[in-house]
């Protein structure tokens, strides 16, 4: 691909919280389009990685509507369940990605686990693969992370999935308590995005 400028990218996802978050990070001169736009439903992720599944969708999207597609695949790792959720954070939520029903089955495992775990610093941490296709060929793939631990319970109703229980490192919020702006700046899909700016 030669260098010209993206003015209009599809965004891969049918998730109204990711698109908020990626449509805030990207340039206010790129028109944005959503997968709901074209009523298209996510293609199956059967990666191994987040980047394998972001690429899965990224590829997929394109070839549907000849448009360059930037995707996005993300989740929780928690140390103490060997990482999971991890690639699976969504399908914890079951089919209709209830993400109460995702966190209920975190901490009913983290029980599981260890009887003392809210005395203890359980090890977390964010991840998001970012990729860019233009119909079969990539245009780029990265990783973005924000370490952190797990909340002793869900605190605020900002943000989505995980974001109540996810306390990043060094800060005393929630994702789910902290402002949107505030969270913007420092979660995994900024830390991702900072990477995949130049190809934009």
Same mark, same amino acid.
């Given at each position: 691909?030669?260098?010209?400028?993206?003015?209009?990218?599809?965004?891969?996802?049918?998730?109204?919280?990711?698109?908020?978050?990626?449509?805030?990070?990207?340039?206010?001169?790129?028109?944005?389009?959503? !997968?709901?736009? %074209?009523?298209?439903?996510?293609? !199956?992720?059967?990666g191994k990685t987040?980047?394998?599944?972001?690429?899965?969708?990224?590829?997929? @999207?394109?070839?549907? !509507?000849?448009m360059i597609c930037?995707? /996005?695949?993300?989740?929780?790792?928690?140390?103490?369940? +060997?990482?999971?959720?991890g690639i699976y954070?969504?399908?914890?939520?079951?089919?209709?990605? /209830?993400?109460?029903?995702?966190?209920?089955?975190?901490?009913?495992?983290? +029980?599981?686990?260890?009887?003392?775990?809210?005395?203890?610093?359980?090890?977390?941490? @964010?991840?998001?693969?970012?990729?860019?296709?233009?119909?079969? =060929?990539?245009?780029?793939?990265?990783?973005?992370?924000?370490?952190?631990?797990?909340?002793?319970?869900?605190?605020?109703?900002?943000? @989505?999935?995980?974001?109540?229980? @996810?306390?990043?490192?060094?800060?005393?919020? !929630? %994702?789910?308590?902290?402002?949107?702006?505030?969270?913007?700046?420092?979660?995994?899909?900024?830390?991702? %995005?900072?990477?995949? =700016?130049? %190809?934009?």
């Amino acid at each position: 691909m030669s260098k010209q400028k993206i003015i209009k990218l599809l965004i891969g996802t049918n998730n109204k919280g990711k698109l908020r978050e990626i449509k805030n990070l990207l340039p206010k001169n790129i028109k944005i389009y959503s !997968t709901s736009k %074209f009523n298209l439903k996510s293609p !199956t992720e059967n990666g191994k990685t987040f980047k394998e599944n972001s690429l899965i969708k990224s590829k997929y @999207f394109s070839k549907k !509507t000849g448009m360059i597609c930037l995707a /996005d695949d993300s989740g929780l790792e928690i140390d103490l369940l +060997n990482k999971e959720p991890g690639i699976y954070s969504a399908r914890w939520g079951g089919k209709h990605g /209830d993400f109460n029903k995702a966190i209920k089955r975190v901490y009913r495992d983290l +029980n599981k686990r260890d009887k003392n775990w809210k005395n203890k610093k359980i090890k977390a941490r @964010f991840i998001c693969a970012l990729s860019m296709s233009d119909l079969n =060929k990539k245009i780029a793939c990265v990783l973005g992370k924000v370490e952190g631990q797990i909340s002793n319970e869900p605190k605020g109703k900002n943000g @989505f999935g995980y974001d109540p229980i @996810f306390i990043p490192l060094n800060k005393k919020k !929630t %994702f789910g308590q902290m402002k949107p702006s505030q969270k913007y700046k420092l979660d995994h899909r900024y830390q991702a %995005f900072k990477k995949i =700016k130049k %190809f934009l």
